[in-house]
């Protein structure tokens, strides 16, 4: 399978408890997002990484949230001391980015239930 | 503030009619244009990307762009109740970092038999 792999597909975790999501995106793909998205809502985007760069972070990216990204292959992402507001489905996605041509293709998602 | 609105619906048409899906962006210097559909429970999968104003047709679907205007939007012809699903509009932002794609809320588009 070469499209966006992500892991797990779901986690339930007690509230203040720390989680960590992986994503592997399409081999050889540059760009990498991480969006969350909650029912009935548009993904929203948390931060993007060019290569191993960290580019942009939402100012919806509190302290407890952080990404990686070492040697520009997989990312992972990291919530601390979890809240039920946390629960969402978490996205990565990732691109071939040349200028302004960016098809960005999704895994299948992590869904994060915080009790 | 990069804003990508797009009409919540639901937006309900026959089947066998034209669907029209409209998007306004807030940035003028985005070149880059993405149509994403979204089944419920299962995540978004690219149907459409246009960069140049005009329209792009691919097979059922037409999107058209009017940098002018910083309105895009998607036609689907012959809809079908396999249509029904929500649709994201999506632009790349520049500015402080190229590439960053941002999503609208989506137009939830239901089909009828």
């Known amino acids: 399978d070469t499209g966006v792999s992500q892991n797990p597909r779901h986690k339930i975790t007690k509230r203040g408890q720390n989680v960590t999501f992986r994503c592997d995106p399409i081999s050889e793909h540059n760009r990498l997002y991480w969006y969350r998205q909650t029912l009935g809502q548009g993904p929203e985007f948390l931060t993007y990484?060019?290569?191993?760069?960290?580019l942009e972070k939402s100012r919806l990216l509190s302290d407890r949230f952080s990404a990686e990204r070492p040697k520009g292959s997989f990312s992972t992402l990291e919530i601390q001391r979890t809240e039920q507001g946390d629960s969402a489905m978490y996205l990565c996605a990732s691109s071939w980015g040349q200028g302004d041509m960016n098809e960005a293709f999704f895994g299948q998602g992590t869904r994060l239930t915080v009790v | 503030q990069k804003e990508v609105e797009q009409n919540s619906g639901p937006l309900s048409v026959p089947e066998g009619a034209i669907a029209s899906l409209n998007c306004t962006y807030s940035?003028?210097?985005?070149?880059?244009f993405f149509w994403y559909r979204q089944y419920s429970g299962k995540s978004p999968e690219l149907i459409m990307f246009i960069y140049s104003n005009g329209d792009k047709e691919d097979g059922r679907f037409t999107a058209q762009l009017n940098k002018a205007s910083q309105y895009v939007s998607l036609l689907i012809r012959d809809s079908q109740p396999s249509d029904s699903a929500t649709y994201l509009c999506?632009?790349?932002?520049?500015?402080?970092?190229?590439?960053?794609?941002?999503f609208g809320k989506g137009t939830k588009l239901s089909v009828k038999p």
């Open positions: 940035d003028r210097g985005s070149q880059s």
């Open positions: 999506a632009v790349i932002y520049y500015g402080g970092s190229q590439g960053n794609l941002i």
């Open positions: 990484f060019q290569n191993e760069a960290q």
